[in-house]
């Protein structure tokens, strides 16, 4: 907290820092002290996008209405993706979901590596009844581009099939986690991310391990290694099968 509060009083603060700021006050169950002192920065600094942004988003975090405060944010700099975002989320909140979509892509577009964004997104289709929308857009990306955004969607269904996988395994059904970690490979080759990639095959023959299929596990830990060789992991799993 005094870290953001150093970088934002010496005048380096963007959005980001204003938005670390907020979720330690909020970690610390002390939003009214983020109230007192963005009331104060704001009081000195009335063209303060980052600050507006702020305040916005930590009435949002406390369940009141931060649509006037992030609309001042984006009449100060119309590219403010963060505040565009908390919009977004806004705008949801209240089912204008046509409007609040268009403020998540606005911001997607702006600064497409900010995977936060695309879960708000994602999210937004789920309350709207058509989550199978967030799936077709990634299709679309990848396609059509750019890369970037389709790497942003891509991350963000291979972090859910994770999820999935490991909630199917902790319920014992490990057939079908192995059927989610097989998808979360896919979008992980068609994006090409490699990390992603080998945690996917290496979760795979830990699945095939454990119900016995040493062949399909060693098959998978191979791969791992064709990919990282210094993967010291996969590499005491096969010397363990001979």
Known sequence: ?????????????????????????AAAERLADAEEFLKSYISSHPESSPAFYAYGYMLYLRD??????????????????????N?????????????????????????????????????????????????????????????????????TIATGLRQEGF?????????????????MHQVYLEIRNVTGVVAALFSLGLLYEETGDIKNAEKYYREVLEINPGHIQAREKIKDFH
């Open 87 to 155: 919009m977004g989320a806004v705008l949801a909140r209240k089912k204008l979901f046509p409007k609040a979509i268009e403020m998540v892509k606005k911001a997607i577009s702006i600064n497409p590596t900010e995977l936060f964004f695309y879960q708000n997104l994602k999210s937004i289709y789920r309350a709207l009844g058509k989550p199978d929308l967030f799936v077709d857009e990634y299709r679309e990306y990848l396609l059509s581009g750019p890369a970037s955004v389709a790497e942003g969607y891509g991350k």
């Open 167 to 183: 909630k199917l395994y902790s319920q014992q059904k490990v057939a079908e986690a192995i059927s989610a970690f097989s998808r």
């Open 64 to 85: 009141q209405d931060g649509e006037e405060s992030l609309a001042k944010a984006l009449s100060l700099d119309p590219a403010n993706s963060l505040a565009l975002n």
């Open 1 to 25: 907290m005094r870290l953001y509060t150093q970088i934002i009083e010496d005048g380096e603060g963007d959005s980001h820092a204003f938005r670390g700021l907020i979720k330690a006050y």
